[in-house]
């Protein structure tokens, strides 16, 4: 059932990250579908810590989203609340913290270079797919 978890993930994930290059904007119905397969996991998981420690990156984001007036986008959010009924706290977190990894990466870069500004955005999504490939790779490797 894990390997079902990651394909669903990343597959949405794919899917959200294109949307996030083109229009900077994700569609609503793909993150709830996606938000939806993660509670039928859950439930049929039946693990309520792993459900509730999942639950917490996606909860961040959010509240990151809200404090900064949407500077993060809530869809980045809600993505990570999809994740971490997906894949569990630990897969998710690693996903985050290596989307941070290589968004942070780029951003300098890009200021380095004068290709972007402090006021740039960046499409977050995409570094989260290249991070959760990342994480998917721990997984296969038995690290996750």
């Known amino acids: 059932m894990d390997y079902i978890a990651w394909i669903l993930t990343l597959s949405g994930l794919i899917v959200l990250a294109f949307f996030d290059v083109r229009t900077r904007h994700v569609p609503l119905i793909a993150l709830l579908l996606l938000l939806a397969a993660g509670i039928v996991f859950s439930v049929l998981r039946q693990d309520l810590l792993q459900a509730v ?52 990466v780029t951003g300098a870069l890009l200021l380095a270079l004068k290709k972007a500004t402090r006021k740039s955005r960046l499409p977050f999504l995409l570094f989260s797919a290249l991070g959760f490939a990342g994480a998917f790779g721990l997984f296969l490797g038995g690290a996750l």
């Open 53 to 104: 420690t999942g639950l917490l990156p996606g909860l961040f984001l959010c509240l990151l989203s809200f404090l900064t007036g949407g500077q993060v986008g809530y869809g980045d959010g809600i993505f990570y609340l999809a994740a971490g009924l997906l894949l569990g706290g630990m897969s998710c977190l690693t996903g985050l913290v290596f989307s941070l990894l290589l968004s942070s």
